[in-house]
């Protein structure tokens, strides 16, 4: 069970102190020249994900491993792959590097290839509805293999009384192990920036419908 960062204050933060913990945090990606405002709300995002984890961090300790997903390797060169994927987490990675934090890759690179690879098939057009539906089976066959595989390397790299951090999009779907506190940490410019985008998706469709 998930508990909202900003009921961390009424919790009995002693009570997690022992346990393994994870400090889940939504994955933001923004364009490399955002439209309007969208820089200063991923901005904001990030600044405010970090004040939080330092929060988390001072009441139940240091983040010992780092999860990241779209990386399917560790050490530094996972990090030069976060920073080049997104320099927002990167961010958030690389001061807890430096303090000592391990990043744990969780992709296995072959499902991550084809989970991607399925992907773009869905988002190419396809005109054949029984081609369509055969390439969705496949994608959430790989998609589950995938969240499956994710949950089996955190369970095997937190330890006792550790805290992790996962950084992933929003609507995974992974089942984490019940012996790990999950800390869903949702700022609120996470609202802001999923506001923008419906506006900005309907802005979209308006023009296209005049």
Known sequence: MAEELGRIERLPVDSYRTGRKLFFVPLVFAPREPEGDLQELVTRYWDQVEAHLSNLEAKLGSVNKIYHELVPIGGEEGAKAIESLNPWSYRIVQ???????????????????????????????????????????????????????????????????????????EGHQVQFPASIQVFYVAPPALDEIKRWVRERESTVQNSGDS
């Open 95 to 169: 001061p807890r590097l430096g303090r000592g934090a391990q990043l744990q890759p969780i992709e296995e690179p072959e499902l991550l290839a084809e989970y991607t690879d399925w992907g773009k098939c869905l988002a190419s057009g396809l005109q054949s509805q029984a081609a369509i539906a055969k390439v969705f089976e496949l994608y959430a066959d790989v998609q589950k293999r995938r969240n499956e595989r994710m949950a089996e390397q955190i369970d095997k790299t937190l330890e006792d009384s550790e805290a992790g951090i996962l950084l992933m999009r």
